[in-house]
């Protein structure tokens, strides 16, 4: 069999910079003729091996125009940030070491750097320095991570070791989310066994954040799960508050954080987060705002003998806690995730990460500007990165989001904001420039003469 080599190395290497060079001058989204030439990787199974360069050339030449160019420099869809160039590199050189980081005895380096990272970010999004941090593959993983903890905590307090026991006949989790909660933390709720259907919701105010008046009583079986950033608006719910409540109560308060958390870390945006150190466990991505690579998720939890007690194989309490990261979340073996984020935060640092947030939400601001100019509607208070607009009818929102995805300038797609149809735009990427936005801005104003003049 024929093994890797030097030039096979250089030759994905190259093909990668060629990529990452020339980006910004492909479609966003991929043309037609680029989806239906994805058809040459309908092969029969291979009765004996190819050549890998020649495997490395189809990837390539085939692969490489369809893509979405997300990790270019007009993509606004969902909330996708690019990849920090340091971010690939250290990604690559992790790829190559291929270290299970599930230990100090399966791997040295990645324990050691997925330590020191977890240190950096309990300092510079300011939460509290006893909490212990996990990487999982995203924020719906880190959700579904913390949650555990928090129902291994409410059930043991009652006697109840759901771990071994399961949860039929165990005593009842009082669930609850605003109406704005991320599909993902339902997710999560579900694979606990919690129900997503079960919960109580609280309704929001106008920008999509939880009512606190109209939050129910909390006891000690509760737990509320709130969000730094909505996906649509950016708004956050009162968590400060809500964790005064909790605190009284002996509650449970989660965090969903994906891509808001970051907002601590920039001087003009973390009033927004404030008191969100009260809560007992947090969710943060790192594959969108903070730009590194898919996939990168992050759990903080202040209650380390909850989390240990939820995701840890060995007899939890019997045994002393080993530190090693596959006690803290659901992976046993996994990939050095944390060198990626680790990687970011040194490139970075406290200025540039406060710069990168900071700058995202100026041109957000910049954009949002720019559509009102142009007579859409901005239909929230653009707080952070997200806006979502309409036009004046459902029927025109839904003909622009297409003509413009069509033309391939820029890409962003549909979203229901408060009953209305509409799309939305995300500026998470640390490619996106002021001259993007202009391009995009124009790209959006063609397309709204185009459909005009066809009426
Ligand atoms: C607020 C929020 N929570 C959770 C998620 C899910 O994140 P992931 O896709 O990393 O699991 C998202 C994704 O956009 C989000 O915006």
């Known amino acids: 069999m024929k093994t890797m ?101 399966t791997s040295p380096v990645a324990d050691k750097i997925e330590k020191v990272t977890s240190g950096w970010l309990l300092e510079v999004l300011d939460l509290p320095r006893e909490s212990v941090v996990g990487y999982v593959t995203g924020a719906t993983m880190a959700t579904f991570t913390a949650l555990a903890a928090a129902r291994h905590k409410i059930l043991k307090k009652k006697g109840w070791n759901v771990e071994e026991d399961g949860l039929f006949g165990a005593p009842e989790i009082k669930v609850i989310v605003s109406d704005e909660v991320h599909v993902t933390v339902l997710k999560a709720l579900s694979m606990l066994g919690l129900g997503k259907s079960r919960v109580i919701e609280v309704p929001t105010d106008a920008n999509g954040a939880l009512d606190i008046r109209k939050v129910p009583v909390l006891d000690d079986s509760t737990i509320v799960c709130t969000q730094a950033g909505n996906v649509n608006s950016g708004a956050f719910d009162p968590i400060g508050e809500i964790c005064n409540r909790a605190q009284a109560a002996n509650a449970w308060v989660h965090v969903d954080g994906a891509f808001g958390l970051w907002a601590r870390s920039a001087s003009s945006k973390a009033y927004l987060a404030e008191g969100i150190e009260k809560a007992d466990s947090w969710t943060a991505d790192g594959h969108k705002w903070l730009n590194t690579p898919y996939d990168g998720g992050i759990v903080i939890c202040r209650d380390e003998d909850a989390l240990y007690g939820a995701m840890s194989v060995s007899a939890a309490y019997l045994k002393e806690k080993s530190g090693a990261s596959q006690s803290y979340i659901p992976e046993f073996s996994k990939r050095a995730r944390g060198i990626d984020v680790w990687a970011a935060l040194k490139f970075l640092g406290r200025d540039g990460l406060d710069d990168l947030i900071t700058s995202r939400c100026d041109l957000a601001q910049h954009f949002a500007k720019g559509l009102e100019a142009m007579g859409l509607n901005v239909l929230n208070h653009v707080v952070l990165n997200q806006i979502v607009v309409s036009w004046d009818s459902a029927e025109k929102t839904g003909a622009l989001i297409k003509a413009v995805q069509e033309d391939g300038t820029c890409w962003f797609g549909p979203t229901v904001w408060k009953g209305h149809n509409a799309f939305r735009l995300s500026v998470s990427s640390w490619k996106i420039t002021q001259r993007d936005i202009d391009l995009s801005l124009k790209a959006i104003e063609n397309a709204m003469k185009e459909i005009q003049t066809q009426k």
């Open 5 to 105: 080599s030097r030039e096979l190395l250089h030759n994905a290497y190259e093909r990668s910079e060629r990529y990452l060079a020339e980006v910004d001058n492909q479609r966003v989204f991929p043309s037609n003729s680029d989806l239906m030439a994805m058809n040459r990787f309908e092969e029969p199974f291979p009765e004996k091996g190819h050549d890998p360069n020649d495997i490395l050339k189809q990837l390539d030449e085939v692969g490489s125009p369809a893509t979405v160019a997300s990790t270019g420099s007009r993509y606004f869809g969902f909330v996708v940030g690019g990849s920090l160039p340091v971010t690939v590199g250290a990604n690559w050189m992790a790829t190559a070491w291929d270290q299970v980081a599930s230990s100090a005895v």
